[in-house]
């Protein structure tokens, strides 16, 4: 029995094959490559894309120092009590 030859029998497939089928034959595999490299950079592209901003009440606390009468000066010992109260949304 005569080895069999992979290359050989898919050539003469091919030649024997309608020419509708050969041109399906040659265009699918670039097509195929072609789509893969699309999603793959699609899918990079997304992946660094920075998400849609969220629309959500903006909170804001100002601090006032009496003592001082300085409106950006700010007690650092007391930070953490500011933080640990109720923040009040103004409107």
Avoid: G
Wanted: no cysteine.
């Amino acid at each position: 029995m005569d080895e069999y030859n992979f290359w050989k029998d898919l050539l003469d497939t091919f030649q024997s094959s309608t020419e509708w089928v050969q041109a399906l034959w040659l265009a699918i595999p670039p097509l195929f490559l072609l789509m893969l490299i699309r999603m793959i950079m699609r899918f990079r592209l997304a992946r660094n894309t920075p998400p849609e901003p969220v629309e959500r009440p903006v909170f804001y606390q100002v601090h006032h120092n009496p003592k001082e009468d300085d409106w950006l000066q700010e007690e650092l010992d007391r930070i953490e009590q500011d933080s640990a109260s109720p923040q009040r949304r103004l409107t």
